[in-house]
Structures are given as structure tokens and as C-alpha cells.
């Protein structure tokens, strides 16, 4: 079945470093990919998504392009701040279906 | 933009009790709506999809007696979580997908659980 994997954390970087979080998912078909955030107490917030090949993603300074060829979605972000501390969700919905199936989360936590 | 709203926020009972949730889609329609659990430190597990008028199609393994849903209206859906026991504690998140809208699904704030 339809699926997602992004790299474990907790990722750790300090204010101004470069973000990249991997992600790469197995489906079949051309499914819409997406980056959720999700803040301390909160529920999921969308940051960003790309719903065909080679679209790129973009918001708040994050970037993720859809790559076919790897099946791949890396978020990236080239200056990363304390306020991005933050659980990111990689997440794939199939064109024939309504549910998103989400990765495992990676907790990033960024010091002053 | 859209905005989803969970009630409660946080809720503590006690073992054997039942208890509510609601989901509401604020400005917009919602004809599905979608409800996800969430343990500590793991990522969300559809629970079930609830389509307006209709019942709702559980995931495998979700036991439908057990977590009633209902989507009475274009705006809101509940979850009920019956006979509460300490291991139904959880951080449930509830989404919805607009009525004629694209298929982005907006997310709540989610609803933590706490059965004593």
C-alpha cells in the first residue's frame, strides 16, 4: 500500500543553519504530496504541498519539489529561526482516494 | 482562509464515562470530515472519515461501537468516545475538506484525552 518515510529525529540545529528534512513515499499513480507543521499543543497546519511532478512548494521560506524519478518531497529551508521549532509531517494522499497517509513526524528543535 | 475548531481542548474523565468531541468547519462547508488519533511522539492514524448524511467508514482495527461518529451537519461532526478506559487517552484531531473545494483537508487544534 501507499506510503511515506521521512528521516527520524529529533533534528537539532542552531538559528541561521540549513534545514533539509527527507522524505520519499511509495505509491502508485501521481498522488499529492504535502508538509504539515504542527506546534507544541497544537493540531497540523498545511506548510506547504505540490500535487504534480516537478512542482515546488513554497512558504514561510520552506521549499519541497516533487521528484518522480526518486519519489522523493525533501523540505528544505536555507535559515532556519527559533520559531521553527516544530514537528513536520510528510504526507501523501493517491488521486483516487480522500485520506492522507502522513510519515512518521521529525521533531526539529532549533537554539538560539 | 479556512478554519476548523475542536471542543474541547483538553478533557479529563473518568474511567467508564463517556465523551464528546466536536469538530466545527467555522467559514466554510465541510461535506467530509475526518477524524485522526495521535499517541505521544507518533504520527496521526485515521480513525475514521465521516461523510454529511451518511455514516462513517472506519479503519480497520477502530472499533465503531466504541468511537460513535456523527456528521449531522455541514459544519459539524462529533466524536464520541464510549466507556472511556486509560488506554483511549490520546491527542484526537479532527480535519475537514471543503464542500466543492479542492481536496486540502484544514485541521483542527485537536482534542487531548485524558481517562483516569
Known amino acids: 500500500g501507499d506510503s511515506v518515510t521521512q528521516m527520524e529525529g529529533p533534528v537539532t540545529l542552531s538559528e541561521e543553519a540549513f534545514l533539509t528534512i527527507n522524505c520519499t513515499y511509495t505509491?502508485?499513480?501521481?498522488?499529492?504530496l504535502f508538509w504539515y507543521v504542527q506546534y507544541p499543543g497544537e493540531g497540523l497546519q498545511l506548510l506547504l504541498k505540490a500535487t504534480k511532478a516537478d512542482d515546488k512548494g513554497s512558504n514561510k521560506g520552506f521549499e519541497a519539489t516533487y521528484r518522480k524519478e526518486t519519489t522523493s518531497f525533501h523540505l528544505e529551508k536555507g535559515s532556519v529561526q527559533v520559531s521553527d521549532s516544530a514537528v513536520y509531517f510528510c504526507a501523501l494522499k493517491a488521486s483516487s482516494a480522500s485520506k492522507i497517509i502522513f510519515g512518521s513526524g521529525t521533531r526539529l528543535s532549533i537554539r538560539p | 482562509g479556512a478554519v476548523v475548531s475542536q471542543h474541547p481542548s483538553r478533557v479529563i474523565c473518568k474511567s467508564g464515562t463517556s465523551v464528546k468531541i466536536e469538530c466545527r468547519s467555522l467559514d466554510f462547508q465541510a461535506t467530509t470530515m475526518f477524524w485522526y488519533r495521535q499517541f505521544p511522539k507518533q504520527s496521526l492514524m485515521l480513525m475514521a472519515t465521516s461523510n454529511e448524511g451518511s455514516k462513517a467508514t472506519y479503519e480497520q482495527g477502530v472499533e465503531k461501537d466504541k468511537f460513535l461518529i456523527n456528521h449531522a451537519s455541514l459544519t459539524l461532526s462529533t466524536l464520541t468516545v464510549t466507556s472511556a478506559h486509560p488506554e483511549d487517552s490520546s491527542f484526537y484531531i479532527c480535519?475537514?475538506?471543503?464542500?466543492?473545494?479542492?481536496?486540502?483537508?484544514?485541521f483542527g487544534p485537536g482534542t487531548r484525552l485524558t481517562v483516569l
Open positions: 505509491a502508485t499513480g501521481y498522488p499529492s
Open positions: 480535519s475537514a475538506r471543503e464542500r466543492g473545494g479542492t481536496d486540502t483537508q484544514y
